[in-house]
């Protein structure tokens, strides 16, 4: 079965602090996808990454293919980084479904 | 900037009866998805549209579920008779052609009494 792991669950950091989620994933995949999910439900697509890093803002998302494992950095996190993010894959193509990760809900105290 | 909306943003109802969720996509996407996420569990996938018709589905889009594109711009989602475990946020999401990110809409959350 396709799954996707995500690590931790739940994280609390103090603001300024460096954070790392982790993601893994049990087969080959095509796209790893990380999302954010605000507390009001709605989601939004951070990074698409198939190969290497990506950087936007604070935001740094890496990507192993042979270790079938993804990272999701905030430098200098802030109270406005609270969230929970998600990791999902894409496994039959860009245009296939994504398979999701439970999320890591991340709380960041001023 | 483009954006996905949905329709209602809260819904409830009573057990067996049938509701319509609806979505307008980006217009210029041609690939739609639904997905739903039960309160405190991951986000699941539920059926994938194109060109008119079913592309992929899972095991949850059972012959309960319906979905339709009625014309050039909204994607809708039935379930025929909701039961109580219908109960979720409902995600329409939507991909343009040779893209690689898909468009979230903001949800609806049904809630089945």
């Known amino acids: 079965k396709n799954e996707v792991e995500q690590s931790p669950q739940n994280l609390t950091a103090q603001e300024g602090e460096f954070i790392t989620i982790n993601c893994s994933y049990s087969?080959?995949?095509?796209?790893l996808h990380w999302l954010q999910q605000h507390p009001g439900g709605g989601i939004v697509s951070l990074f698409m990454?198939?190969?290497g890093k990506k950087k936007h803002g604070r935001l740094i998302a890496t990507i192993n293919i042979q270790e079938k494992h993804s990272s999701l950095h905030i430098t200098a996190s802030h109270p406005r980084d609270s969230a929970v993010y998600i990791c999902?894959?894409?496994?039959?193509?860009?245009?296939?479904?994504?398979?999701f990760g439970k999320g890591t809900k991340l709380s960041v105290k001023p | 900037e483009p954006e996905v909306t949905q329709t209602p943003s809260h819904q409830v109802t009573q057990m067996g009866q049938e509701v319509i969720l609806r979505c307008v996509p980006i217009?210029?996407?041609?690939?739609f998805y639904w997905y739903r996420q039960i309160l405190g569990q991951k986000v699941e996938f539920l059926v994938s549209?194109?060109?008119?018709?079913?592309?992929?589905k899972s095991e949850i889009f059972d012959d309960q579920f319906s979905v339709e594109r009625p014309d050039g711009s909204n994607f809708t989602l039935k379930i025929r008779s909701t039961k109580l475990e219908d109960s979720a946020m409902y995600f329409c999401?939507?991909?343009?052609?040779?893209?690689?990110?898909?468009?979230f809409g903001p949800g609806t959350r049904l809630l089945v009494l």
């Open positions: 999902a894959v894409n496994y039959g193509g860009s245009q296939g479904n994504l398979i």
């Open positions: 087969v080959g995949i095509s796209a």
């Open positions: 990454l198939s190969s």
């Open positions: 217009s210029n996407h041609l690939y």
């Open positions: 549209f194109y060109n008119n018709e079913i592309s992929e």
């Open positions: 999401a939507s991909l343009e052609a040779g893209g690689l990110t898909q468009y």
